[in-house]
């Protein structure tokens, strides 16, 4: 009888063992997110004079309590502590506005980091922005009536079509020239005018796209008749904005950047039409402006569509 009543508590504590583990494999596991950085301004790279001021408005947010938010800086090899703080407990959100000051004796070409780290006490985030000093202002190029054609539909398009431009170096390449190293790195901005509206004539997919937009490397690998894949990567990047007012007679250097404004980061602009104004920045960090003097809209073929602008950018 004894041994029998052993062998029912066994096979209860047994059977209570399985329930417990049964609830436990239930219960859903608690997911830990890293903090989320955003830094404004979001390009990755800011253009100074030596003496500027680079402001940065950093927002930080998590899921979890942030337990730690650290600035850095690196500039010209020189690091720094900017700021670090500890957060007391039930802080989720950190709201920053800070000034980077560039000493005005550091040369021509020297770069900078500016650095954020935070943490919860279970994942942490980095999150940089650079800059680089640029030549202080001088003069500014005026080019006028230069006309792109749409991008090159096949071999012999590749040839002849005139769809990539240069502003800062004032000249344009076909697709086959383009390809190749040394005119990739003058290259500003590609013209495009897609054939997803067919039969209607329309200026809506006409566009301004960055060389190393990976929307080219789709557009023409989607083409027959190329025995080569567009190349991106040894092309530049370049972002553009559509401008609303533009006192063009009177833009001088100073003005050009400072009527664009924050750049932001748009790599294609779609809808181009006479009468517009475009706000761009080039890869070595030159700000100019677009013209639109005349738009040719051609859908058979689309190749054959043409632009026509003028154009202001600082040397």
Known sequence: MFKRRIFYALALLIAGSAFL????????????????????????????YAGDTVNYQINISADDDLISVKFTGDIGGMQQILLDSTLAAGNRTFSYQFGIVVPSVLPVGTTGKFTVFAATNFLSTIEDRYFKIIPPPTSMSTHQGFTLQAQADGATSAYTNLSFYSASANERFTLNQAAEDDNAAKIDLVFTHHSVFKGTLTNAEMSFQSPNESNLVQMWNEMPGFNYAYNKDNKNQTYFKKLTTVDWDNLNYEAIQ?????????????????????????????????????????????????????????D
Do not use: W
């Open 21 to 48: 583990v049964s609830c436990n494999d239930d219960d859903d596991p608690v997911v830990h997110l890293e903090p989320t950085i955003t830094i404004t301004p979001v390009q990755d790279t800011a253009y100074l």
């Open 258 to 314: 400072e009527t664009v404004g924050d750049i932001g980061m748009i790599t294609r602009l779609r809808g181009l039409n006479d009468g517009d104004y475009i706000g761009f920045m080039t890869e070595g960090g030159k700000y100019g402006i677009i013209k639109v003097t005349a738009t040719n809209v051609v859908h058979n073929p689309y190749n054959a569509s043409t632009i026509t602008f003028d154009v202001k950018i600082q």
